[in-house]
C-alpha cells in the first residue's frame, strides 16, 4: 500500500483531500492535531508514534525526525540498495508528504508576543519532511500549500512529474521564505551581512512601464496597512504597474499630512497638493493647482470621500483615487466610471517613524531608511536681513514637505497650504526653478508666495531668479560653499530667506 504523511497547521481542506488520499489506495500516516480531525472525520489514520515505534516527545518537538520516516521519504525508488535497504529494516516507503509550517510570521504580529512565544513557532520537523520529499520529488510528492490539493489528486492519477518538480521548487521556495522571516526576526539589524528579503506574489500584471514588458506585484507576508499592498480595491479595473509605482508615491505624499489634504501625482511626482479645512476645500486647492496635469492622475485623500467631492472628481478623467473610506452616496457617483480605481487604504499611525525602501540595480540592491524628517519652525534658521512672517513660515514648512516628494533636483513653489509651481527631475537646478515659477505665476493668487528647495543653491542665481519673479521667502537646506552668494542676492531683493541643514534629494 502507497502511504502519505500528513501533518499541518492550516487545516484547510485537508479532510477532503485525505478522503482523496484514502480513496486512491494510499495508507494515511498523521501527527497530534492533523490525526485528530482525520479521525473526527471517520477517516482511517495511523499514528507516526506506530509508525517509528518512539512516541512524540519534548512537548511534541520530535515526531516526524525518525530514520523510519527519513529513511521512507529519501530512498531512491530505482536505486536497488536504497529499496533493499529499506526492506532490511522494514520501513514503507512514504510516496506524499503533505506538511504546512508553524504560522511563524502570524505569530511575531500578534501584539505584545514574547520571543519564547515566537521560537515554540519555528518548524524543525515540517521543512525537513517537505526538503527531503523535495529532494526527492522523481519519486515523492511534496505537498505544502493546501492550494494545490486538487492538482495533486489529479496529477496522482495521471503521474505528473512536471507537477511533483513544480511542487518541489514551491517547497524550496517555501521552506526559504520561512527561514528568511525567522533569521529577520532573531536579529533585526536593518543592513545585515546576508539579507534575504521574503515576498509574495500578488497580482500578475498585465505588462510593466510598457507593453512589452513583463510584470507582476509582489507583496511582504504582513503589509504595513498604509501600503498599496494592504488596501482594499472596492471598483474598477485591475492595477496596472504604473499605477501601482504613481499610488505609492501618492501615499507616501498624503501621509504627511494632518490636515484635510489631497494629493494628485503624475508619473511619481505631485502636481497639485491642497490642504484646506474640509476635503472638498483641499480638493479644489490640488485641481487648481494644476487642472491640465491632474487629468488621468493619482489621488489620494486623506480622509474619506464624500459626496460634494466626489461630484467634483467624477468630473474629470482619473485613473485612481485612494483614501481612509468613501462614504455610500460618494461612491455611488465615483462608480459610475467603470475604469475609475477605487481603494481604500487606512493611513499610518506613525507616518515620520523611518521605514527601509529597498530598489533594485543590475546585480544588486539598495536599501535605506526612508526620509521620514519633517521640519518645523524650530528647526529653520533665518539668514537674511528681512525675517519671514508668521505666514511665510506656515507656507515654507507645507513647501518642504511637499519637495521631499518630487524628483531631484526639485523646486516647490506655494501659499497657503497649496502647491502654484513643481519643477521637478531637471539637471540643473535653475532649470526646476523657471519650470516651477512659469507654472506658479500663471496663478491668480501668486503674490506672496514662497519658495522651497530639497538642495541648497550652488550659485546665486536660482535666488536671483526666483526674486525678479517676485517671490518674497525661500527654504532651503544650506551648506554650499556659495551660500554667502545666495545670502547676499536675497538680502540684496528684500527675500527673506531660512535654512534647515536638511537636505531631501529623492532620485
Not at 67 to 76: C, D, N, Q, T, V
Not at 206 to 222: D, I, K, L, M, T
Not at 237 to 262: C, G, H, Q, R
Not at 288 to 308: K, Q
Request: proline letters at 5%.
Amino acid at each position: 500500500m502507497k502511504r502519505a504523511l500528513l501533518s499541518v497547521s492550516d487545516k484547510t481542506g485537508l479532510t477532503e483531500f485525505a478522503a482523496g488520499l484514502l480513496a486512491r489506495g494510499f495508507e494515511l500516516v498523521s501527527t497530534g492535531g492533523t490525526k485528530k480531525v482525520l479521525e473526527a472525520a471517520g477517516l482511517a489514520v495511523t499514528g507516526v508514534d506506530e509508525v517509528t515505534g518512539f512516541p512524540e516527545m519534548l512537548d511534541g518537538r520530535v515526531k516526524t525526525l525518525h530514520p523510519r520516516i527519513h529513511a521512507g521519504i529519501l530512498a531512491k525508488r530505482d536505486e536497488p540498495a536504497h529499496m533493499a535497504a529499506l526492506a532490511a529494516h522494514e520501513i514503507t516507503p512514504i510516496d506524499v508528504i503533505c506538511v504546512n509550517l508553524y504560522p511563524f510570521a502570524e505569530t511575531i504580529q500578534k501584539p505584545d508576543v514574547t520571543r519564547a512565544e515566537a521560537i515554540e513557532q519555528i518548524d524543525i520537523g515540517g521543512p525537513s519532511a517537505l526538503r527531503a520529499a523535495a529532494k526527492n520529488s522523481d519519486s515523492v510528492w511534496a505537498v505544502v500549500d493546501p492550494a494545490d490539493y486538487e492538482a495533486v489528486l489529479a496529477g496522482l492519477d495521471a503521474d505528473d512529474a512536471a507537477l511533483r518538480r513544480q511542487l518541489a521548487a514551491k517547497v524550496f521556495a517555501t521552506t526559504a521564505a520561512y527561514d528568511a522571516q525567522i533569521a529577520a526576526y532573531l536579529d533585526p539589524e536593518p543592513f545585515p551581512e546576508t539579507f534575504t528579503p521574503t515576498y509574495v506574489k500578488k497580482q500578475s500584471l498585465r505588462y510593466g512601464e510598457n507593453s512589452h514588458q513583463n510584470a507582476a506585484f509582489y507583496a511582504v507576508p504582513n503589509p504595513p496597512k498604509a501600503s498599496l499592498a494592504s488596501g482594499t480595491q472596492l471598483h474598477g479595473k485591475e492595477l496596472s504597474y504604473n499605477n501601482i509605482k504613481d499610488a505609492d508615491a501618492a501615499l507616501a505624499m498624503v501621509n504627511e499630512f494632518t490636515a484635510p489634504t489631497v494629493v494628485a501625482v503624475k508619473h511619481m511626482n505631485p502636481c497639485g497638493i491642497g490642504e484646506g479645512e474640509t476635503i472638498e476645500a483641499a480638493w479644489d486647492k490640488a485641481y487648481e493647482a494644476d487642472p491640465m496635469s491632474i487629468f488621468g492622475g493619482i489621488i489620494a485623500l486623506n480622509r474619506p470621500v464624500d459626496l460634494a467631492t466626489a461630484e467634483k472628481m467624477h468630473a474629470l478623467f482619473l485613473e485612481l483615487i485612494m483614501a481612509p473610506a468613501f462614504d455610500e452616496d460618494a461612491f455611488a457617483v465615483l462608480a459610475k466610471k467603470k475604469n475609475v480605481r477605487l481603494i481604500q487604504i487606512q493611513l499610518s499611525d506613525t507616518p515620520n517613524v523611518p521605514h527601509l525602501e529597498t530598489v533594485s540595480v543590475l546585480g544588486g540592491l539598495l536599501r535605506q531608511e526612508s526620509d521620514a524628517a519633517i521640519e518645523s519652525a524650530a528647526d529653520l534658521t533665518v539668514v537674511t536681513k528681512v525675517q519671514p512672517t508668521p505666514d511665510q513660515i506656515k507656507s515654507l514648512l507645507f513647501a518642504q514637505q511637499v519637495v521631499k516628494h518630487v524628483k531631484s533636483n526639485a523646486i516647490v513653489v506655494a501659499k497657503d497650504g497649496q502647491t502654484l509651481g513643481i519643477g521637478a527631475g531637471q539637471m540643473n537646478r535653475i532649470g526646476s526653478v523657471e519650470l516651477a515659477l512659469t507654472e506658479a505665476q500663471q496663478k491668480k493668487n501668486f503674490a506672496g508666495a514662497v519658495m522651497a528647495s530639497d538642495a541648497f543653491f550652488p550659485m546665486d542665481d536660482c535666488v536671483e531668479y526666483a526674486a525678479k519673479h517676485d517671490i518674497k521667502a525661500i527654504i532651503q537646506p544650506g551648506g554650499s560653499i556659495k551660500d554667502a552668494d545666495s545670502i547676499a542676492m536675497a538680502d540684496q531683493y528684500g527675500i527673506a530667506m531660512v535654512t534647515t541643514g536638511v537636505r531631501h534629494f529623492r532620485h
